[in-house]
């Protein structure tokens, strides 16, 4: 977690670093954070096949929180 992290902080415009964070957040059971991480990997992400998939994710994770 730590390494995707300084990942993310290095360069925040990299979506699959934020989609790699939020995956792991998802796994670690903080859901927040996930959401959070699948949001910034919507708004940065270059390629609009995984730009769909982490969107998928991140409705997957709301509805986790509802």
């Known amino acids: ?3 995707i992290e300084r990942l993310v902080l290095l360069d925040g415009s990299n979506g699959v670093d934020w989609q790699e964070a939020g995956l792991l957040h998802w796994l670690l059971g903080n859901i927040r954070a996930a959401v ?14 995984l730009c769909l ?12 929180l509802n």
């Open 1 to 3: 977690m730590q390494v």
């Open 36 to 49: 959070l991480a699948f949001e910034h990997a919507v708004a940065t992400m270059q390629e609009p096949a």
């Open 53 to 64: 998939r982490v969107q998928s994710l991140l409705d997957e994770a709301l509805c986790q």
